[in-house]
């Protein structure tokens, strides 16, 4: 049976700084979504940078990394790879 697992790796500059609370809010959001889609990975916010790995089922990481990438809090994202997994 051919796997359908995929990574895509990216890093993207912020738009605007996200206080604590807003953090607190994405990270929940995320979670929970990641979690019902079987979605795996790391997410990293340092000094005005994202950098962020997902794990999961091409078919819902695609359209979640489509959203990411026309989400308003990101520009200049670049795609560092986007590969199947073995």
């Known amino acids: 049976m051919e796997s359908n697992y995929y990574t895509i790796c990216y890093f993207s500059d912020e738009t605007t700084s996200l206080n604590k609370n807003d953090m607190e809010a994405l990270f929940n959001q995320s979670s929970s979504f990641n979690n019902a889609n079987n979605i795996y990975g790391i997410f990293l916010h340092i000094t005005g940078k994202y950098l962020q ?34």
């Not at 997902?54 to 990438?69: F, S």
């Open 53 to 86: 790995i997902l794990e999961g089922n091409k078919a819902v990481i695609d359209p979640l990394y489509a959203r990411i990438v026309e989400d308003s809090r990101h520009k200049n994202v670049y795609e560092v790879f986007n590969k199947k997994n073995r």
